[in-house]
C-alpha cells in the first residue's frame, strides 16, 4: 500500500518537474508549433538566421520579420509586405509558403550568401521562388539582408480604349417549347495526339472557337478498350484556357495516371463549348520566347500586358511542335504576380527533357483573369 | 428491309419476352419522307426510353402519383398526364393500364435533331377502379401519335396522343 | 336497381341518341375537343357517369332520365376514352375518341440554328407542330407557309403541308450578313424566329509594318470573308514575330475592322499573321 503511494507521489512530482523544464527551457520546435519565435530562433549563424526569417515568413509574422532584417531602412514594412504578397491581387496574395530550403553560396567571418529557395502553395498548384539572401554578422549574431523585389511603377498615362465585349441573353427556365434559344458556339479539335509517359497516357490537341462569339470551353477524353470498353474519362481541367475568342486556337492537355498506351484502341473526344459573356481585352503579348533546349529544357519568356488594366491572374500555355508541325507536348506556368500595364513579367516553363529534342517550334497563348470581373 | 424489320423485332422481343408480363414489341423501319435519317443507336435508344415511359405512365395512373412521370414526359405530355392524375385522385379512382403490344415506327425526326415523332399502334388493356371496385376493364386498340425530343441522358416523350384508329396516317 | 340506360350525345348542339344494350353504351365515336355535349339517359334513380382515358378523368353524378351536360371546355384533351355509367351492380361502357379542333391556335416552331454562315445551302431548318387552343397536336393536313428574309437578299418563301402535325423545311443562309426573320405561318397565326447570317473565315489576310520609334506596327486590312462580308469585331488576329530563335506572339482582336499591334522591331525578324486555320502574309522586317 505504502509502495502504491511512494510511486504515484514520485510520478507526480516527476510530472511537474518536466512542466516547468518544458515552460523554461521549451525546445524550438514545440515553440515554433505553438506559434512561438520559431525554429532556429538563434541567429548565431548565416543558416540559422536565414532559417528563423523562413520560419517568420511561414508563420506570417511579417512585422516580426521585417523588424529582424538588416536593410530594413531601406525600405518600409509594407513595401516587404508587398514583395512578398503582392502589390495587388495576385496568386501570391493567398499563397502560404509550404516548405523551403537555404542553401549557403558564400560565408566569410562576417558576411555570408545564402539562397533560400520558398516553395508556396497556391489553390492552382505551388510555385517556386528563389532569393540570394545577403547576411552581415551583428555581435554574437547574423543579420539578414533583404533582396527587395521593388514594385514596379506604372508611368501616368491614358490608354485609349475601343471596349468590345459580348454579353449574351439565355431564355428563361420556363420550358417554352420551340422558342428561341441561342446556340452553343462551334468549336473543333484541330489537332490530337496520345502520348505515352511514365506515369501514364497524356492525350494532346488543339481546339479552335470556329464561332464568331466568345466561347467557355472543355474537352473531355474517353479512352476505349480493344472490346469497346471505356477505359478512363477525364477532362482537360485547368490545362486548357477556358475564354477562346472568335478564331482562337488554344492547347489542351488530358492525363490519364496509371493507363498504358497499348490499353487503347481508340479515344472519344467531346468538346464542350458553352456561350459566354465576354471582353475582348486585355491584349497581352507574349515577348522574348526561347527554348532551351536538354538537359534543363525549357521555355522562357516575357508577358507584356498590353492594356490599361491590371491583369490579377495570367496563366501561360505553351504547344511545342516538332519540326513537321506535328503536337509533342503541352505546358503551362501560372505567373504568380498580377500583370501591371506595359510592365514585363517573365514566365519559365520546364519541358521533359527526352521530348525536347523533337521540340522545333513553339505556341503560347495566355488566359487571364482580372478581379471584378465575370469574363 | 423485312430483314432489318425482323431484327429490330427480335432485338427488342428478347429481353422483354423473358418476362411474361411484357408487351410484345415491333418495330417498323423508319418511314421519314425525305426527314433527317435516323441513326440505328437514335432509333433503339428511342424506342427504349418510349417503351420505359409506358411503364412509369403506368405506374403513375395506377397509384396517382405523377412525380413518377417526370423523368420520361416533358412539355404537354408531362402536363397533361399529370393532371389526369390530379383529376383521378380527386373523384377517387385510379386506372390500371396493361400494355399487351406496341407497334412502332419513326415517321419523322427533324433536321435539327430537336424532335422525333413516332406511330404506335397500341392495344392495351385498361382498369378503371373506384377505390377497391373495378368500375370496368376494357380491352383498347388506339394509334398513339408521339413526339419525343433528346433530354439530357435520355428521349423524353412531350406529346402523347391517340387518334381514332380510322384516320389515315396520310 | 336494374337499370337500363338510355345514352345519346349532343355534339355542337346537334343531339344524337342511341340506346345503350346489353351493358355497352352506345356513343358517337368522336367528339371535338372542347366542344360542349349532352347525353341524354333513361331510367330512374341515381347513377354516377365517369369519363376515363390518359388525357382526362371526368365523374358526374347522373339522375337517370335526366341528360347529363358537359359545357364547352370539359373535355379538351384529345385521344381515346372510356365512358362508364354505373349504377349499384349495374355497368355499362363504352369507348370513344376526342379529337382535335379544326382551328390553329399555336405553332411550335423549332428552328436552327439561331446562328450560322452566310451562304450555306439548306443551312437554315425549320419544324413547325402545330396545336389547337387546347395543345392537342392537329393531325388534319394544313399549309404551313415558311419564309425567310433578310434586309440584302431576296425572301425565300415555301408552303408545305403538315403530316401527321407537323410540317417542316430548309433553306439556305443569304449571301450577305444579317439578321434574318424565319416565320412559321398557319392561318392567321404565326411564329417568327430571328437568325444571325454571320460572315464566314476571313477570305485574305493581309497586313503591313511601319516603324514606330523600337517598335513595328502592324495592322491588317480590313478582313472580309469571301462574300465580301466584313468579318466581326472581336475575332482574334494571331501576329507571329521570329528573330534570331526567339519568338513574339500576340493574340489581338479585330476592332473596327482591323487588327493592330506593335512588336519589338528587330531587323531581319520574320513576322507572319494568322487568323484561325487562314494563314497571312508574311513580312521580313528591315527598318522600314
Same mark, same amino acid.
Given at each position: 500500500?505504502?509502495?502504491?503511494?511512494?510511486?504515484?507521489?514520485?510520478?507526480?512530482?516527476?510530472?511537474?518537474?518536466?512542466?516547468?523544464?518544458?515552460?523554461?527551457?521549451?525546445?524550438?520546435?514545440?515553440?515554433?508549433?505553438?506559434?512561438?519565435?520559431?525554429?532556429?530562433?538563434?541567429?548565431? +549563424?548565416?543558416?540559422?538566421?536565414?532559417?528563423?526569417?523562413?520560419?517568420?515568413?511561414?508563420?506570417?509574422?511579417?512585422?516580426?520579420?521585417?523588424?529582424?532584417?538588416?536593410?530594413?531602412?531601406?525600405?518600409?514594412?509594407?513595401?516587404?509586405? *508587398?514583395?512578398? +504578397?503582392?502589390?495587388?491581387?495576385?496568386?501570391?496574395?493567398?499563397?502560404?509558403?509550404?516548405?523551403?530550403?537555404?542553401?549557403?553560396?558564400?560565408?566569410?567571418?562576417?558576411?555570408?550568401?545564402?539562397? /533560400?529557395?520558398?516553395?508556396? *502553395?497556391?489553390?492552382?498548384?505551388?510555385?517556386?521562388?528563389?532569393?540570394?539572401?545577403?547576411?552581415?554578422?551583428?555581435?554574437?549574431?547574423?543579420?539578414?539582408?533583404?533582396?527587395?523585389?521593388?514594385?514596379?511603377?506604372?508611368?501616368?498615362?491614358?490608354?485609349?480604349?475601343? @471596349?468590345?465585349?459580348?454579353?449574351?441573353?439565355?431564355?428563361?427556365?420556363?420550358?417554352?417549347?420551340?422558342?428561341?434559344?441561342?446556340?452553343?458556339?462551334?468549336?473543333?479539335?484541330?489537332?490530337?495526339?496520345?502520348?505515352?509517359?511514365?506515369?501514364?497516357?497524356?492525350?494532346?490537341?488543339?481546339?479552335?472557337?470556329?464561332?464568331?462569339?466568345?466561347?467557355?470551353?472543355?474537352?473531355?477524353?474517353?479512352?476505349?478498350?480493344?472490346?469497346?470498353?471505356?477505359?478512363?474519362?477525364?477532362?482537360?481541367?485547368?490545362?486548357?484556357?477556358?475564354?477562346?475568342?472568335?478564331?482562337?486556337?488554344?492547347?489542351?492537355?488530358?492525363?490519364?495516371?496509371?493507363?498504358?498506351?497499348?490499353?487503347?484502341?481508340?479515344?472519344?473526344?467531346?468538346?464542350?463549348?458553352?456561350?459566354?459573356?465576354?471582353?475582348?481585352?486585355?491584349?497581352?503579348?507574349?515577348?522574348?520566347?526561347?527554348?532551351?533546349?536538354? %538537359?534543363?529544357?525549357?521555355?522562357?519568356?516575357?508577358?507584356?500586358?498590353?492594356?490599361?488594366?491590371?491583369?490579377?491572374?495570367?496563366?501561360? !500555355?505553351?504547344?511545342?511542335?516538332?519540326?513537321?508541325?506535328?503536337?509533342?507536348?503541352?505546358?503551362?506556368?501560372?505567373?504568380?504576380?498580377?500583370?501591371? %500595364?506595359?510592365?514585363?513579367?517573365?514566365?519559365?516553363?520546364?519541358?521533359?527533357?527526352?521530348?525536347?529534342?523533337?521540340?522545333?517550334?513553339?505556341?503560347?497563348?495566355?488566359?487571364?483573369?482580372?478581379?471584378?470581373? *465575370?469574363? | 428491309?423485312?430483314?432489318?424489320?425482323?431484327?429490330?423485332?427480335?432485338?427488342?422481343?428478347?429481353?422483354?419476352?423473358? $418476362? &411474361?408480363?411484357?408487351?410484345?414489341?415491333?418495330?417498323?423501319?423508319?418511314?421519314?419522307?425525305?426527314?433527317?435519317?435516323?441513326?440505328?443507336?437514335?432509333?433503339?435508344?428511342?424506342?427504349?426510353?418510349?417503351?420505359?415511359?409506358?411503364?412509369?405512365?403506368?405506374?403513375?395512373?395506377?397509384?396517382?402519383?405523377?412525380?413518377?412521370?417526370?423523368?420520361?414526359?416533358?412539355?404537354?405530355?408531362?402536363?397533361?398526364?399529370?393532371?389526369?392524375?390530379?383529376?383521378?385522385?380527386?373523384?377517387?379512382?385510379?386506372?390500371? @393500364?396493361?400494355?399487351?403490344?406496341?407497334?412502332?415506327?419513326?415517321?419523322?425526326?427533324?433536321?435539327?435533331?430537336?424532335?422525333?415523332?413516332?406511330?404506335?399502334? &397500341?392495344?392495351?388493356?385498361?382498369?378503371?377502379?373506384?377505390?377497391?371496385?373495378?368500375?370496368?376493364?376494357?380491352?383498347?386498340?388506339?394509334? @398513339?401519335? =408521339?413526339?419525343?425530343?433528346?433530354?439530357?441522358?435520355?428521349?423524353?416523350?412531350?406529346?402523347?396522343?391517340?387518334?381514332?384508329?380510322?384516320?389515315?396516317?396520310? | 336497381?336494374?337499370?337500363?340506360?338510355?345514352?345519346?350525345?349532343?355534339?355542337?348542339? =346537334?343531339?344524337?341518341?342511341?340506346?345503350?344494350?346489353?351493358?355497352?353504351?352506345?356513343?358517337?365515336?368522336?367528339?371535338?375537343?372542347?366542344? &360542349?355535349?349532352?347525353?341524354?339517359?333513361?331510367?330512374?334513380?341515381?347513377?354516377?357517369?365517369?369519363?376515363?382515358? %390518359?388525357?382526362?378523368?371526368?365523374?358526374?353524378?347522373?339522375?337517370?332520365?335526366?341528360?347529363?351536360?358537359?359545357?364547352?371546355?370539359? !373535355?379538351?384533351? $384529345?385521344?381515346?376514352?372510356?365512358?362508364? /355509367?354505373?349504377?349499384?351492380?349495374?355497368?355499362?361502357?363504352?369507348?370513344?375518341?376526342?379529337?382535335?379542333?379544326?382551328?390553329?391556335?399555336?405553332?411550335?416552331?423549332?428552328?436552327? %440554328?439561331?446562328?450560322?454562315?452566310?451562304?450555306?445551302?439548306?443551312?437554315?431548318?425549320?419544324?413547325?407542330?402545330?396545336?389547337?387552343?387546347?395543345?392537342?397536336?392537329?393531325?388534319?393536313?394544313?399549309?404551313?407557309?415558311?419564309?425567310?428574309?433578310?434586309?440584302?437578299?431576296?425572301?425565300?418563301?415555301?408552303?408545305?403541308?403538315?403530316?401527321?402535325?407537323?410540317?417542316?423545311?430548309?433553306?439556305?443562309?443569304?449571301?450577305?450578313?444579317?439578321?434574318?426573320?424565319?416565320?412559321?405561318?398557319?392561318?392567321?397565326?404565326?411564329? +417568327?424566329?430571328?437568325? &444571325?447570317?454571320?460572315?464566314?473565315?476571313?477570305?485574305?489576310?493581309?497586313?503591313?509594318?511601319?516603324?514606330?520609334?523600337?517598335?513595328?506596327?502592324?495592322?491588317?486590312?480590313?478582313?472580309?470573308?469571301?462574300?465580301?462580308?466584313?468579318?466581326?469585331?472581336?475575332?482574334?488576329?494571331?501576329?507571329?514575330?521570329?528573330?534570331?530563335?526567339?519568338?513574339?506572339?500576340?493574340?489581338?482582336?479585330?476592332?473596327?475592322?482591323?487588327?493592330?499591334?506593335?512588336?519589338?522591331?528587330?531587323?531581319? $525578324?520574320?513576322?507572319?499573321?494568322?487568323?484561325?486555320?487562314?494563314?497571312?502574309?508574311?513580312?521580313?522586317?528591315?527598318?522600314?
Amino acid at each position: 500500500m505504502a509502495k502504491g503511494i511512494l510511486i504515484a507521489v514520485s510520478i507526480g512530482i516527476a510530472t511537474v518537474l518536466l512542466i516547468v523544464i518544458g515552460t523554461i527551457w521549451p525546445v524550438s520546435t514545440a515553440v515554433f508549433f505553438a506559434g512561438g519565435p520559431g525554429l532556429g530562433g538563434s541567429a548565431s +549563424t548565416p543558416i540559422a538566421a536565414s532559417r528563423r526569417l523562413a520560419n517568420e515568413i511561414h508563420q506570417h509574422a511579417l512585422a516580426k520579420a521585417y523588424s529582424s532584417l538588416g536593410n530594413k531602412a531601406q525600405f518600409t514594412e509594407q513595401e516587404f509586405v *508587398s514583395d512578398l +504578397t503582392g502589390s495587388t491581387l495576385s496568386l501570391r496574395t493567398y499563397a502560404t509558403l509550404d516548405t523551403y530550403e537555404v542553401r549557403p553560396l558564400h560565408e566569410s567571418a562576417n558576411e555570408a550568401e545564402i539562397a /533560400l529557395r520558398m516553395h508556396w *502553395s497556391t489553390v492552382v498548384g505551388t510555385f517556386e521562388e528563389t532569393r540570394d539572401l545577403h547576411l552581415v554578422k551583428n555581435g554574437d549574431h547574423w543579420v539578414v539582408d533583404w533582396p527587395l523585389v521593388k514594385k514596379p511603377v506604372v508611368p501616368p498615362q491614358v490608354f485609349a480604349v475601343n @471596349y468590345l465585349r459580348w454579353d449574351v441573353i439565355y431564355r428563361g427556365a420556363g420550358d417554352d417549347w420551340g422558342s428561341q434559344d441561342v446556340d452553343a458556339p462551334h468549336v473543333r479539335i484541330i489537332d490530337m495526339h496520345p502520348v505515352n509517359r511514365a506515369e501514364g497516357v497524356v492525350v494532346l490537341g488543339e481546339l479552335l472557337n470556329e464561332d464568331v462569339v466568345p466561347a467557355y470551353v472543355s474537352v473531355r477524353a474517353t479512352l476505349l478498350a480493344k472490346n469497346g470498353s471505356v477505359l478512363a474519362s477525364e477532362d482537360s481541367f485547368d490545362k486548357i484556357s477556358h475564354t477562346l475568342l472568335p478564331k482562337q486556337v488554344t492547347p489542351f492537355l488530358i492525363r490519364f495516371p496509371g493507363v498504358d498506351i497499348s490499353q487503347i484502341a481508340s479515344i472519344r473526344m467531346d468538346p464542350i463549348s458553352v456561350l459566354v459573356s465576354a471582353s475582348a481585352d486585355p491584349v497581352i503579348e507574349v515577348q522574348n520566347q526561347k527554348f532551351n533546349g536538354p %538537359p534543363a529544357a525549357s521555355l522562357n519568356g516575357q508577358l507584356s500586358n498590353q492594356s490599361g488594366q491590371i491583369v490579377n491572374i495570367a496563366h501561360v !500555355l505553351t504547344t511545342f511542335y516538332d519540326k513537321n508541325g506535328q503536337l509533342v507536348w503541352v505546358a503551362g506556368q501560372y505567373i504568380d504576380r498580377a500583370l501591371l %500595364p506595359q510592365t514585363p513579367v517573365d514566365f519559365h516553363i520546364p519541358v521533359p527533357a527526352d521530348l525536347a529534342k523533337n521540340i522545333a517550334n513553339e505556341r503560347t497563348v495566355v488566359a487571364s483573369y482580372r478581379s471584378g470581373s *465575370s469574363d | 428491309m423485312m430483314r432489318r424489320t425482323l431484327l429490330m423485332t427480335c432485338l427488342l422481343a428478347m429481353p422483354l419476352a423473358l $418476362a &411474361a408480363e411484357q408487351p410484345s414489341v415491333q418495330v417498323e423501319p423508319p418511314n421519314l419522307h425525305g426527314s433527317r435519317t435516323v441513326e440505328s443507336q437514335t432509333g433503339a435508344a428511342v424506342v427504349r426510353d418510349y417503351l420505359e415511359s409506358w411503364q412509369a405512365f403506368r405506374t403513375a395512373m395506377d397509384q396517382n402519383r405523377a412525380d413518377l412521370l417526370s423523368p420520361d414526359f416533358a412539355g404537354t405530355a408531362l402536363d397533361k398526364l399529370t393532371e389526369t392524375i390530379h383529376e383521378q385522385a380527386a373523384v377517387g379512382i385510379h386506372t390500371r @393500364y396493361t400494355d399487351r403490344a406496341h407497334h412502332l415506327q419513326i415517321v419523322f425526326y427533324s433536321p435539327e435533331g430537336l424532335s422525333l415523332q413516332m406511330t404506335d399502334d &397500341a392495344e392495351y388493356d385498361m382498369q378503371v377502379i373506384d377505390h377497391d371496385k373495378v368500375l370496368t376493364t376494357q380491352h383498347m386498340h388506339a394509334r @398513339y401519335l =408521339v413526339v419525343l425530343t433528346p433530354a439530357e441522358a435520355r428521349w423524353r416523350v412531350r406529346i402523347f396522343q391517340s387518334e381514332p384508329a380510322a384516320t389515315p396516317a396520310d | 336497381m336494374n337499370a337500363r340506360f338510355l345514352l345519346g350525345a349532343l355534339v355542337l348542339g =346537334v343531339a344524337s341518341v342511341s340506346l345503350a344494350q346489353s351493358g355497352s353504351l352506345s356513343l358517337p365515336p368522336t367528339f371535338v375537343a372542347g366542344s &360542349a355535349f349532352s347525353l341524354p339517359t333513361t331510367g330512374s334513380g341515381k347513377a354516377v357517369f365517369y369519363i376515363v382515358g %390518359p388525357g382526362q378523368a371526368l365523374r358526374r353524378d347522373v339522375d337517370l332520365g335526366e341528360p347529363v351536360s358537359f359545357p364547352a371546355g370539359t !373535355l379538351y384533351n $384529345a385521344g381515346h376514352y372510356v365512358a362508364i /355509367l354505373s349504377s349499384g351492380a349495374s355497368t355499362e361502357t363504352g369507348q370513344f375518341d376526342v379529337v382535335p379542333a379544326a382551328q390553329p391556335e399555336k405553332i411550335s416552331f423549332l428552328a436552327k %440554328p439561331s446562328r450560322l454562315p452566310v451562304g450555306l445551302h439548306n443551312g437554315i431548318s425549320g419544324a413547325a407542330y402545330i396545336f389547337d387552343a387546347y395543345h392537342n397536336l392537329i393531325l388534319k393536313p394544313l399549309p404551313v407557309s415558311f419564309e425567310l428574309s433578310n434586309q440584302s437578299s431576296t425572301v425565300q418563301a415555301r408552303t408545305v403541308t403538315t403530316r401527321n402535325g407537323v410540317a417542316w423545311t430548309e433553306m439556305d443562309s443569304a449571301t450577305k450578313q444579317g439578321s434574318a426573320k424565319f416565320v412559321a405561318r398557319v392561318g392567321d397565326i404565326s411564329s +417568327t424566329r430571328v437568325i &444571325a447570317e454571320v460572315p464566314g473565315d476571313p477570305c485574305r489576310l493581309v497586313m503591313t509594318a511601319r516603324p514606330d520609334g523600337k517598335n513595328v506596327e502592324l495592322q491588317t486590312a480590313p478582313l472580309r470573308d469571301c462574300g465580301g462580308n466584313p468579318v466581326p469585331d472581336g475575332t482574334i488576329v494571331t501576329f507571329t514575330e521570329s528573330y534570331n530563335g526567339m519568338q513574339s506572339t500576340v493574340d489581338a482582336p479585330l476592332k473596327q475592322g482591323i487588327a493592330k499591334v506593335e512588336m519589338p522591331a528587330y531587323n531581319g $525578324a520574320r513576322i507572319s499573321v494568322a487568323s484561325g486555320v487562314v494563314a497571312g502574309n508574311e513580312i521580313r522586317w528591315n527598318g522600314r
